[in-house]
Structures are given as C-alpha cells and as structure tokens.
C-alpha cells in the first residue's frame, strides 16, 4: 500500500467496535518521511473531535517536550496504537490493538524512522516487549531490525505526576543524543 491508499482504507476501518463510537479516525500527523516516530495508546477526547493525535493538554506537554530537545510535529511522526478514541478514555483492549496493528505496522513500514519513541506503557507493551515496566525502564533503549526503540513517560501521565518530569527530561536528552548519533536530516541543533 501507498501513503494516501493506507490512509484512505484506514479512515473507512470498522476493524473493532471502536468504529462505532468514534467520531473520527486519527490516522496520525506530521511528516511521511520523518526519521523519528512517537507512538502513543490512541485518541483522546479533543483528538476524537479533531482528527488529529495529541492535541488535548497532553498535546502541548508533548509540543513542549519536543521543543526541549529541538524537534516538532514538522520533522516528526506521531501515531498511535489504536486510531479510535476508546470509551472513556480507557485502555484500549488487546482485540482493539490488535485490529489496529496493520495500520501501525504499515504505518511504519513507509515511513522507515530511524527511532521510535513509545508514549507511556501501553505503546511500550506493544512494542517493545509485553512485560516492558515504564517505571524501571524509561529511557533505556533496544534495537530491532535496525530501528532504535526507547519509551518516555506518556504526556498525560505527566500531567499527573509531574514528579517524573526530571527524569522525562533526563530521557529527552538521551533521544536528543541519539538523534544526533543515527539521523541524517533531522535537526541536529
């Protein structure tokens, strides 16, 4: 499948119960091409009414955290694991991620990043390994099929617990870091 072939059957899913209930499809946002890739669990409330991923509170927490470390929605990707907004914000259930997964999956596969950058646990589950602890082992990284995969802390949770934003930022500069180290065109500021 092609970029705008994905999106298109992606917009028209009805993979999961999820399509029942959502008011848009949030495919993802920012640039096809880009080396970097952040993925989170799904859509929110503001996200479900826009269409588009993190544009809620955790949303400007997240454009914050990138302009730590030099980035933006221009030079990024941001995806998550499932394109619905689950009810009430829960966590998505694994028939809902799993029927997603082949967007996430050829999501990734155009766009070929350097590093993805799990949001919170549930993405880390998913992607990095099913007993992946976010507590003990944010910041660390791990390699597959020549992809660097870290993950941070999840925007909303900061939001929560701000108490982790120390240690977030410690963990943006390690990304930053590693920008520097295996991007070509990212901003290397």
């Known amino acids: 499948m092609e970029w ?53 509170r955790a949303g400007k927490l997240l454009d914050e955290m990138l302009a730590i470390i030099d980035l933006d929605r221009t ?39 350097k590093i993805i950058v799990c949001l919170g646990r549930i993405a880390a589950v998913s992607i990095i390994r099913e007993d992946f602890k976010i507590s003990q082992e944010h910041g660390q990284w791990t390699q597959r099929d020549g992809v660097w995969i870290t993950a941070l802390y999840h925007p909303a949770a900061l939001l929560r617990d ?14 930053q870091r590693k920008i520097r180290e295996v991007c070509d065109h990212t901003y290397k500021g």
Do not use: H
């Open 4 to 56: 705008n072939e994905l999106r298109e059957a992606c917009l028209s899913c009805e993979r999961c119960a999820l399509s029942e209930t959502r008011t848009n499809v949030v495919f993802g946002a920012g640039s096809a091409d880009a080396e970097i890739m952040f993925i989170g669990e799904g859509p929110g409330e503001q996200e479900d009414k826009k269409g588009e991923p993190f544009v809620g």
């Open 75 to 113: 030079n990024i990707y941001i995806a998550n694991m499932v394109k619905c907004r689950p009810p009430r914000n829960r966590d998505p259930l694994t028939i809902e991620k799993d029927a997603c997964m082949v967007w996430l999956r050829e999501q990734t596969r155009l766009i070929r990043p």
């Open 162 to 175: 701000p108490r982790r934003r120390p240690e977030t930022f410690d963990d943006l500069k390690a990304i």
